[in-house]
T-cell receptor
Framework: GDSVTQMEGPVTLSEEAFLTINCTYT??????LFWYVQYPGEGLQLLLK?????DKGSNKGFEATYRKETTSFHLEKGSVQVSDSAVYFC????????????FGGGTRVLVKP | DTAVSQTPKYLVTQMGNDKSIKCEQN?????MYWYKQDSKKFLKIMFS???????INETVPNRFSPKSPDKAHLNLHINSLELGDSAVYFC?????????????FGQGTRLTVV
């Protein structure tokens, strides 16, 4: 079955540091890939997505590139802010199963001033 | 103008009780979902409905019964609550007809069984 593996946290950074969260996946077919973010006490918000190989998703300074050859979708941001402190989830949807999302375990990021 | 809204936000109840969580979406989506987030933040699909028809039913105890009166609503009823049911339950919606479209999530319902 489908699965998503992402690096365990917590990841603690100083403001303006570079952030990378690794994500790899296993899926049949050609899934779409997503990064969702969950701020404290809130629901999940879509951060970015990519629907085919070599697509780059970007939003709010975050980027991730769909790498089919390495089955990866790593999240990066060049200069984090305190407001980026949250839990980040990598997810895939293969479209065949009612568009259900299969999530990674989440990575907690804490940015200190 | 909340896109996906679920009620209540918090629910504290005793073991053995029956409770319901309600969800409504105003995005015009045809598919709705229930996800469960455990204490370690792990998220897993429970159910999915498309136009009031159940299309995904993961390995969930029979005590959990979803109901979709129309495509804008998906409720979750839980019978005989157990301590292990304590979690955050998220409702979500999407367009099934658009392959691999993203899902929109509600704010979650934190269920605590004591």
């Amino acid at each position: 079955g489908d699965s998503v593996t992402q690096m365990e946290g917590p990841v603690t950074l100083s403001e303006e540091a570079f952030l990378t969260i690794n994500c790899t996946y296993t899926a049949t077919g050609y899934p779409s890939l997503f990064w969702y973010v969950q701020y404290p006490g809130e629901g999940l918000q879509l951060l970015l997505k990519a629907t085919k190989a070599d697509d780059k998703g970007s939003n709010k300074g975050f980027e991730a590139t769909y790498r089919k050859e390495t089955t990866s979708f790593h999240l990066e941001k060049g200069s984090v802010q305190v407001s980026d402190s949250a839990v980040y989830f990598c997810a895939l949807s293969d479209g065949a199963a009612g568009n259900k999302l299969t999530f990674g375990g989440g990575t907690r990021v804490l940015v200190k001033p | 103008d909340t896109a996906v809204s679920q009620t209540p936000k918090y629910l504290v109840t005793q073991m053995g009780n029956d409770k319901s969580i309600k969800c409504e979406q105003n995005l015009g989506h045809d598919t709705m979902y229930w996800y469960k987030q455990d204490s370690k933040k792990f998220l897993k699909i429970m159910f999915s409905y498309n136009n009031k028809e159940l299309i995904i039913n993961e390995t969930v105890p029979n005590r959990f019964s979803p109901k979709s009166p129309d495509k804008a609503h998906l409720n979750l009823h839980i019978n005989s609550l157990e301590l292990g049911d304590s979690a955050v339950y998220f409702c979500a919606s999407s367009h099934r007809t658009e392959r691999n479209t993203e899902a929109f999530f509600g704010q979650g319902t934190r269920l605590t069984v004591v």
